[in-house]
């Protein structure tokens, strides 16, 4: 059975949160020489709309990590395949990330950081996704919360595919059910 594309967030909505997220984190950081810590691959487009947003200047890293599991399922086993190459020592640093859903990774990734010995460390997600929560990791900057649904564009893929896509859709089988099938991140 095939799969068609839900519209769940315009570009407009999006472009209207990340300006009200750029400036919460404006506000919360400015004077500091702040780290912005990109996921690869699904968070860059977020990321850069959100530094072009803000007021003062910061300095952006990237990580990318796998995770291990078999078809759908994380088995929770991650590895970083590309660390940060700044100093985190000292500074504050916020993981920029596209998608929290199991939030596996993420914790991973939240105490492999914390490892490095930032000043402070908070989490910006674009998308809080709730159904399959296993992990629960402290969310500081929230774009959106969705209950479900397996979601592509604006930087989210399914299988590469749909990721430059402007807005947020939800894959959903021709019969128009939401595909629960699949994660996101």
């Known amino acids: 059975m095939g799969k068609s594309k839900r519209l769940l967030i315009s570009r407009e909505a999006i472009a209207r949160r990340v300006e009200e997220l750029a400036a919460q984190i404006s506000q919360d950081y400015r004077g500091q020489e702040v780290l912005l810590v990109g996921v690869l691959k699904g968070a860059f487009i977020f990321l850069a709309d959100l530094v072009r947003a803000m007021d003062f200047p910061v300095e952006v890293d990237f990580v990318r990590l796998r995770s291990y599991g078999a078809g759908t399922q994380s088995s929770g086993a ?108």
Request: with cysteine.
């Open 78 to 185: 991650v590895e970083v395949t590309k660390d940060v190459e700044a100093s985190l020592a000292g500074r504050p640093v916020l993981i920029v990330e596209d998608i929290v859903d199991v939030g596996l990774t993420l914790e991973f990734l939240r105490r492999h950081l914390l490892r490095k010995g930032p000043r402070s460390l908070k989490i910006c997600c674009l998308i809080d996704k709730q159904e399959r929560r296993q992990v629960d990791v402290p969310l500081d900057y929230v774009g959106f919360t969705v209950e479900r649904g397996f979601l592509v564009g604006y930087g989210l893929d399914c299988g590469e595919k749909d990721r430059t896509l402007p807005e947020v859709y939800a894959l959903v089988d021709e019969i128009g059910e939401a595909s629960a099938a699949g994660s996101n991140g």
